[in-house]
């Protein structure tokens, strides 16, 4: 049994089964949005979108299923037997650039599959683009240096560790340590030791010269378990003896990043291994990359973990899945900071200009390219599944795309612009018209 099903509020099931109950079958359309941009962030990148499609197109609710949800319930759910998602999805794809208030995708279904799915679509959708987006910092902090993923062994779960190594892929990360990540998502798996290897040893040398002799690939040293300038001296002598076609490096995981490693480079370099390169980690995140980049550290490659990995500074995205109409008819929500807007949309990104949200029939602007594209049919995918790995390749080039579209001040990793999309006058005129008869009544 398939346990995503089940992967939902209690309230979803109720609300669920009072809509069979009285007959509101309707089709009905959801948008998911992000209502505001964390601090320091001037744009988001989506993503979640192939994990929410493989889920609504296998959702099916068995006899199973029922049980569970019959005991959670205290009653019987013998409405929800066989449920399965007939809807339509349109979403923005994988690795596009989005702003607050931009639909990421938006749900029309018969209403109970509509609202039935909507704990799983936020929780997947949020999680995924809070994660690229963090990660696509980094790489911007990182000014073409590569970057890696370090974070398995301190994300929230396994699973958090490969949704964090896929962000990592989308936005050009170079490698990951995490194998089962690197072999879904096509990345180098990348790694070198810890420092319960070095202690094992009677010595460093002797736990650098066993790891180059037994390790295949990059020997890569680490060097601060005791002292770190020596244990760069002593790699240093090591690494003169590995036969030069091995990537050879060291790797920095604690001090003061910017002094060891312009130390490092000295050391290396007078002792005859200047193509070694200097790793650097340890509670790294896009600020301190920024700063090492900037005073010139001459580091070679960051590998980030905790921080990005669970995305420390901005750990979730003020997310909402709001009902925009039912039956044909606009519908919205009026709450005082957290109005809605009415409708199905689309949304039309100018080149030169801000982004603006449109009705879904209304044409754009000349020249104005639409970002919501039709992703199911009739609870259908529009196009085959694809391997993983294809799957983040075309949202590595869409985000590339749209990173070089970027503006400085909107690309900028402290006190960023960012920005704010404009509606249509038709829209406009939707929403003051519903705005006004709801007030009415």
């Known amino acids: 049994m398939s346990r995503d099903v089940l992967n939902t509020d209690l309230y979803e099931v109720n609300m669920a089964l009072a809509y069979l109950g009285e007959g509101m079958t309707a089709p009905a359309t959801f948008s998911l949005f992000v209502r505001d941009l964390p601090a320091d962030r001037g744009f988001l990148v989506a993503a979640g979108l192939e994990r929410v ?60 599959q509509a609202q039935f799915v909507e704990t799983f679509l936020l929780n997947q959708v949020t999680y995924a683009t809070a994660l690229t987006s963090k ?64 202690e094992s040893f009677a010595d460093e040398r002797t736990a650098f010269r066993a790891f180059v002799r037994r390790s295949t690939g990059p020997a890569i040293l680490l060097v601060d378990t005791y002292d770190t300038e020596r244990g760069v001296w ?107 807007l009415p409708g199905p949309k689309q949304v039309f990104r100018r080149a030169g200009a801000v982004d603006l949200i449109a009705c879904r029939d209304e044409f754009g602007p000349p020249g104005a390219e639409p970002l919501l594209e039709p992703a199911m049919l009739q609870g259908r995918r529009i196009s085959p599944a694809e391997p993983p790995q294809d799957v983040v390749a075309a949202a590595h080039r869409h985000f590339r795309a749209d990173l070089a579209g970027l503006s400085e001040p909107v ?31």
């Not at 669970?310 to 750990?315: G, N």
Request: hydrophobic share 45%; charged share 25%; aromatic share 6%.
């Open 411 to 441: 690309r900028r990793i402290r006190r960023p612009e960012t920005m704010t999309p404009e509606l249509t006058q038709s829209l406009r005129q939707l929403t003051t018209d519903l705005d006004k008869r709801l007030e009415r009544h």
């Open 234 to 340: 002593i790699a240093a002598d090591v690494l003169r003896t590995v036969a030069r076609e091995r990537q050879l490096g060291v790797r920095l995981d604690s001090g003061d990043i910017d002094v060891l490693s312009r130390r490092a480079r000295r050391i290396l370099n007078d002792a005859g291994v200047p193509t070694a390169r200097i790793v650097a980690n340890g509670s790294l995140d896009e600020y301190a990359v920024e700063r090492l980049v900037a005073v010139g550290a001459p580091v070679d490659l960051f590998a980030v973990g905790t921080k990005v990995g669970t995305s420390a500074d901005a750990p979730y995205l003020d997310s909402a899945y709001k009902l925009v109409e039912y039956d044909g008819h606009p519908v919205m929500k009026r709450s005082t900071g957290k109005a809605t």
């Open 135 to 198: 990660a696509a910092r980094c790489v911007l902090a990182a000014a073409g240096k590569p970057v890696v993923d370090f974070g398995l062994r301190r994300t929230h779960g396994v699973e958090a560790g490969l949704q964090a190594a896929r962000a990592g892929a989308i936005v050009g990360f170079a490698g990951t340590s995490n194998v089962a990540a690197a072999a879904r998502y096509g990345l180098p798996a990348v790694g070198t030791m810890a420092h319960s290897f070095v």
């Open 53 to 112: 499609i493989d889920y609504l197109e296998r959702f099916h609710v068995t006899a199973a299923h029922l049980a569970v949800l019959s005991d959670a319930l205290g009653r019987p759910a013998l409405e929800l037997r066989n449920l399965r998602f007939t809807g339509d999805v349109w979403a923005v794809p994988e690795g596009r650039v989005v702003y607050a208030g931009e639909p990421l995708l938006e749900v029309t279904a018969p209403l109970p």
